[in-house]
Each structure stands twice: as C-alpha cells, then as structure tokens.
C-alpha cells in the first residue's frame, strides 16, 4: 500500500491516474453516446434500450459507482497537478515557451470545468428530473424530448457536446504519452484517432439536442 501512496505522490502517478480514470470516463461517454443514438430510431427502440439497462440493477449500480469514482480521481487528481504546476512556475517566464502544451493544460481546466458544471445539472435535468419542469420518472423518451424542446436548453447541450469534443480531442491526444505508448513515428495516428472519436463524439451526442430543436423527434 505504502508504495501506491508513494508513487500516487509523484507527478507521473497523478498522471497516470488522471489518464487511466479518463479512459474509464471515455469508455461509458461512448456507451451512453451510441445508448442516446437509439432516440433516432424511435420511442420504442429507446424504451427497449433504456429496459436492458435497467434489467440488471447490480450491473447498473456498479458502472454508477466506477464513474463516480473515476469522476473523483480524475477531479482531484487535475487540481493536484493544477496547483503543482502552479507553484513551481512563481516567476512568469520572461519568454514564453511550450506555448502549445501551455495552450492545451489551460484549455483541459476551462473545459473540464465546464463538463463538471454540464454534469451536475444534466444529472439534475435527466436522472433526478428536480430542473426538468415535464419530468415523469422511467419516461426516458418523454423526459428527453420534452427537456430538449426549450432552445435555450437544447442549445446548452449542444455547446456540452462540443466542450466535451475539445476535452476529449486533447485528452486521448495525450493518454498515450502518460502510458508510455507513444513514439514520434506513431504521432500522425495518435492525431488522428484523437480527432475521429472526438469529432463522432461532439456529433453524436450533438445530434439529439439538435434533431429535437429541428422538429425531427
Ligand atoms: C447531449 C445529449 C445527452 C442526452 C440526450 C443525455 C441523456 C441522458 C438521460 C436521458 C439520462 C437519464 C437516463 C436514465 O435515467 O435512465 C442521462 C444520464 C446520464 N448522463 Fe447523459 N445525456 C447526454 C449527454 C451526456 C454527456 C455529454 C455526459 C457526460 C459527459 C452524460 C453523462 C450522463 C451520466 C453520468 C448520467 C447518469 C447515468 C445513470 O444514472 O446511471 N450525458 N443522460
């Protein structure tokens, strides 16, 4: 235990923590993604969906408790590493340099923040339904398309969608350099991937605000 506590202590340990939480965090963001995508397909398909999961109450309730806990980590480890930097940089630099690795860590804070923010109210408009004025608990259909009726709503889960593509786009850029999976051969591969999954990610879960402020659902 003692040596998890030490390595947890490092630079490199908060990091890894940071990238293997996030990989967690990516993987559920992508099965809630393609979950979402069955409102496309109808009421019935999403209710048919929304039956599976809720068909295993020991499985739901472990993945709710794997997020939270990598939610957590990933927080804490970030203000950690935030702070760190911070207090090892007192003097601004005269010149500034690594301006794209300055550019990136200053756009995961913004961002990251902004997804936190997005969470606890998604979570208060979707799951506890306590923002959403048309609310009808197990009515997931309903509670999506109706919570997505005000534009001002749907439009702030378009933004979301498109935060959430930026944090992502940086993150998967660099998970593989925090897990020592990277080479300068590989970077044209690293840059692309990062860009296909954050681009099917803004665009998936974009597609549902957006389609029910167009009127198709
Ligand atoms: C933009 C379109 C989105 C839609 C239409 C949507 C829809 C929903 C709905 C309907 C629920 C409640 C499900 C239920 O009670 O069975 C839910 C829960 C949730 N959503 Fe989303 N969501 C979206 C985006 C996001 C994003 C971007 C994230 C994460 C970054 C996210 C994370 C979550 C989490 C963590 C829960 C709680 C899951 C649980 O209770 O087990 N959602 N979402």
């Not at 993987?27 to 995508?37: C, D, E, F, K």
């Not at 007192?90 to 860590?105: F, I, L, T």
């Not at 786009?169 to 690293?190: A, E, K, M, N």
Request: proline share 4%; net charge positive.
């Amino acid at each position: 235990m003692h040596w998890i506590a030490e390595f947890y202590r490092s630079t490199p340990g908060k990091k890894f923590v940071m990238a293997v939480t996030g990989v967690v965090l990516f993987a559920y963001v992508l099965l809630h993604m393609v979950g979402n995508l069955q409102i496309h397909l109808g009421p019935e398909e999403l209710r048919g969906y929304v039956r599976l999961r809720y068909a295993a109450p020991g499985l739901l309730w472990t993945v709710r408790f794997v997020l939270l806990v990598a939610a957590t980590l990933h927080v804490i480890a970030a203000v950690q590493l935030t702070v760190r930097n911070r207090g090892s940089r007192p003097v601004r630099y005269a010149v500034r340099r690594y301006r794209e690795a300055d550019y990136a860590s200053r756009t995961m804070i913004f961002t990251g923040v902004a997804i936190a923010a997005f969470g606890v109210y998604h979570l208060l408009h979707m799951t506890f339904g306590s923002v959403h004025p048309e609310f009808i608990r197990s009515d997931v259909y309903h509670n999506v398309t109706s919570g997505l009726h005000v534009p001002p709503v749907s439009l702030l889960y378009v933004a979301a969608s498109a935060v959430l593509g930026l944090h992502l786009y940086h993150g998967l850029w660099s998970v593989f350099q925090t897990l020592g999976l990277s080479s300068p051969i590989y970077d044209s591969w690293r840059r692309a991937f990062a860009t296909v999954f954050s681009l099917v990610v803004t665009l998936g879960f974009g597609s549902v605000p957006l389609a029910v402020l167009l009127r198709t659902l």
